[in-house]
């Protein structure tokens, strides 16, 4: 599938420093150490609503790896899905009297044209879930092949579901105990009262057909795929095994990520499918996370409509760190609008103070877990100073927007 324009990356002089991330699986931040290619799987959106900032601030967490990696001198092959087959899909099709192919369609178009106004690097695989059905139906024949999954004993919907227990180390991503993944179960997708299962925490991995919705042949009955099968299926494909990231909200933990990885890890024998396990954190809106459920959304595309600037969006989201779950307000989006300004008028100065410690430091910090917080604060100063004092560096000002726009993304 097509994805969207790529964005002038400027190249600053020299190198940046190695990144390090906070670590979900392992609790900790630590380096992150790829080769000279680094791989990249961020879980994509299902396209039955528009983008609102909640997706913003995670495929922005996400956009920031990548334009750091660059920096570092690493190529990236990141891949990126669409679950373009699911129940929301239907469930709002079927309220607004379209079909679900004209609403994922629509709704993936404004994705698109959304992440192009906030200058999100595109993904290099751009990956629908109905594009990749024979990769799930051969990944769900080699996990009923070596016993990890199962079909249950139903005549009429003969599912195929993964054993959770299937691997020895099963629930080291999340960390979490049996009571607590059984609520996020519950709430985040699964089924766990489903009859004739043989865990309440076994995962779909292929739904046999039902009336009235799209299905696909396959060697076990038609149907269609999971939800963790699909992101498993298409890493594999896309990126093998030694994948270095794989990233999404933090309401992916689980059972999403936690699954996905063990579907991998169940056929390719790795203890671990991603080297990392970055999430970003909850955007509020009102007291409560941003979210189509409670329709509680701020949407970018709303913004752009207004005629929001989207690099002020991006420093907004920016102002708190990637793992906090914070909130947008109208106060967040004056205090971006702001520093922006103040940014540009700095920058355009015919000249401004020595800029060489400030882009290291913002290089640095931003590598040290993403803290944006300390390159907007450092980013800051050197404005206050070029605005309050002057200097005598022509070229400041230039290589202070270089830096900017390679590494956070803002156009000045």
Excluded at 42 to 58: E, F, N, Q, R
Excluded at 214 to 221: I, K, N, V, Y
Aim: hydrophobic fraction near 40%.
């Amino acid at each position: 599938m097509q994805s969207w324009s790529v964005p002038e990356v400027p190249v600053l002089g020299g190198q940046g420093p190695q990144l390090r991330l906070y670590d979900s699986a392992d609790r900790q931040v630590r380096p992150v150490t790829p080769g000279q290619r680094a791989t990249m799987y961020v879980c994509g959106i299902t396209p039955y609503d528009a983008t609102h900032l909640g997706h913003a601030a995670t495929y922005l967490t996400f956009d920031l790896v990548h334009r750091l990696w660059l920096d570092a001198g690493h190529t990236v092959h990141y891949v990126q899905n669409i679950t373009d087959v699911d129940d929301p899909l239907f469930e709002r099709a079927a309220r607004d009297g379209i079909g679900w192919r004209e609403l994922g369609d629509r709704e993936t178009q404004l994705f698109r044209e959304d992440m192009a106004a906030l200058r999100v690097l595109p993904p290099h695989d751009y990956v629908a879930a109905t594009d990749a059905i024979a990769e799930v139906i051969e990944l769900v024949e080699k996990l009923l092949a070596s016993g990890a999954a199962y079909v249950v004993d139903d005549p009429t919907y003969p599912d195929v579901y993964y054993r959770a227990d299937a691997t020895t180390q099963f629930g080291y991503e999340s960390g979490y105990d049996r009571e607590t993944m059984l609520r996020f179960f519950a709430e985040r997708g699964g089924d766990p009262e489903r009859g004739g299962k043989a865990d309440k925490l076994d995962a779909l991995l292929w739904l046999s057909e039902r009336p009235g919705e799209p299905s696909w042949p396959s060697p076990f009955g038609p149907g269609r795929p999971g939800w963790h099968v699909e992101c498993s299926a298409i890493a594999l494909s896309r990126i093998g095994t030694g994948l270095d990231i794989q990233g999404g909200g933090s309401d992916l933990i689980f059972p999403h990520h936690e699954f996905s990885a063990a579907h991998a890890e169940s056929v390719t024998a790795q203890r671990r499918f991603a080297r990392h396990y970055v999430h970003a954190g909850m955007i509020g809106w009102d007291g409560h996370k941003m979210s189509k459920s409670r329709g509680n959304l701020v949407l970018v595309s709303q913004l752009r409509a207004d005629g929001v600037d989207p690099s002020a969006v991006r420093l907004g989201l920016f102002a708190g760190h990637y793992r906090a779950d914070r909130s947008w307000s109208p106060q967040v989006l004056d205090e971006a609008n702001a520093r922006l300004a103040q940014w540009r008028r700095a920058v355009r100065l015919p000249a401004a103070p020595d800029a060489t410690d400030v882009v290291a430091r913002v290089r640095q910090y931003l590598a040290d877990d993403l803290d944006t917080p300390r390159a907007l604060a450092a980013l800051d100063g050197w404005c206050t100073d070029a605005l309050t004092f002057g200097g005598h560096d022509t070229e400041a000002g230039r290589t202070v927007a270089t830096a900017v726009d390679a590494l956070l993304g803002v156009d000045l």
